[in-house]
């Protein structure tokens, strides 16, 4: 088996998807916001592109959350905020979700033979499903507005450390050997750390540090959502 990093959104080439199980991580905030999602009830994430594509799929069973560029969408429920998701039970709704990075990077490796979403919330969780399924595996950092965001490297870098672990012989291109080696070298700042990452300044600049604090917890949880025709849900329901 082999594993491939991929550094942002822009980045993806098509033989890093086709045949592959793909994680998408996101961890500022998309790939955290949907985990915490299908932890608290919701039975499915539709992730999709535009403000108005979410409004007009807003029925009585579904909640409208998303943000561009940070901030909440007029019209709708909620933020992409996993802190403020995790306060409520939302049990048998959908939540259509629309995101900046994450639900884009979700559409374009689509044609994955499976496609998870991972962050630091649910590394381990999303590791051992990849060694189950058995292909070669593409970790896919969404990066913030066409940049790599250190967050999602890192997150990428625990997973790598973890598959290692789990499966010695793994063979990795060279970006993840170094995603591997920084997040070995800065896991003791966590969650402290994400305070400090482009998007982490953007989100307390915007009041969203309670996220900040929460995505940075490893392994809290066991859910590993997949992509199923156009919806995300729960690998395990
Ligand atoms: O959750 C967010 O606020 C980010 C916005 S950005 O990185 O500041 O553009 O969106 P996401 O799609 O979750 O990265």
Same mark, same amino acid.
């Given at each position: 088996m082999r594993i491939d990093t991929v550094a942002t959104l +822009?980045?993806?080439?098509e033989g890093q998807i086709d045949n592959r199980t793909v994680i998408v991580i996101d961890v500022l905030r998309a790939?955290?916001?949907?985990v915490t999602a299908l932890e608290s009830g919701f039975t499915? @994430?539709?992730p999709v592109k535009t403000r108005n594509e979410a409004l007009t799929m807003r029925?009585?069973?579904?909640? @409208?959350? %998303? +943000?561009?560029? %940070?901030?909440k969408l007029d019209g709708f429920d909620y933020n992409n905020s996993p802190s403020i998701l995790k306060k409520k039970i939302h049990t048998g709704k959908k939540l259509i979700l629309t995101t900046t990075n994450g639900t884009r990077a979700i559409e374009k490796a689509a044609s994955a033979y499976k496609l998870l979403i991972g962050c630091f919330l649910n590394a381990s969780a999303c590791v051992k499903e990849a060694i189950n399924l058995n292909r070669n595996l593409t970790l896919y950092c969404a990066g913030t507005r066409s940049e790599f965001a250190l967050e999602d490297g890192l997150a990428a870098g625990l997973m790598v450390s973890i598959m *290692?672990? *789990? @499966?010695p012989s793994i063979e990795t291109c060279d970006f993840s050997k170094?995603?591997?080696?920084?997040?070995?070298?800065?896991a003791n700042r966590l969650p402290h750390l994400l305070y400090?990452?482009?998007t982490g300044k953007r989100l307390v600049k915007n009041l969203n540090t309670e996220d900040i604090k929460y995505c940075g917890h490893v392994d809290i949880s066991n859910m @590993?959502?997949?992509?199923? +025709?156009? *919806?995300?849900v729960s690998i395990h329901p």
């Open positions: +822009e980045d993806i080439q790939s955290s916001t949907i499915s @994430v539709i029925s009585l069973n579904s909640i @409208v959350a %998303g +943000e561009w560029h %940070g901030k *290692r672990n *789990r @499966v170094a995603m591997e080696a920084c997040y070995l070298q800065l400090s990452t482009i @590993v959502p997949i992509l199923i +025709e156009n *919806r995300i």
